[in-house]
Nanobody, 121 residues
């Protein structure tokens, strides 16, 4: 059984910072791209940032210069450092990873349960 567990969400004032973590556990053989998505009330889930196994990163235009994604391959963990937070960043943040487990022949997409981030004005 493979699972992703997120932590680090919460309530913060505009201009503040939060750091999200997402740890993958289980019989993991390898992890490809990891990323963060978010979904605000009444809106579709959108991509926030991704990081490949070689640590190449990409960001949504709305978070460039404010958010930083990173990963620790030894811990199967991805992080999202969020600075200069705005009320429009309020959403449920989901972790995603392309995982191959032992005995599996391909990569599957896994999602975390989501963590709420609320930015007050």
């Amino acid at each position: 059984q493979v699972q992703l567990v997120e932590s680090g969400g919460g309530l913060v004032q505009a201009g503040g910072s939060l750091r999200l973590s997402c740890a993958a556990s289980g019989r993991i053989f390898s992890i490809n791209t990891m990323g963060w998505y978010r979904q605000a009330p009444g809106k579709q889930r959108e991509l926030v940032a991704t990081v490949t196994s070689s640590s190449s990163t990409s960001y949504a235009d709305s978070v460039k210069g404010r958010f930083t994604i990173s990963r620790d391959n030894a811990k199967n963990t991805v992080y999202l450092q969020m600075n200069s937070l705005k009320p429009e960043d309020t959403a449920v943040y989901y972790c995603n990873a392309g995982l191959r487990y032992y005995g599996g022949g391909t990569y599957y997409s896994y999602w975390g349960q989501g963590t709420q981030v609320t930015v007050s004005s």
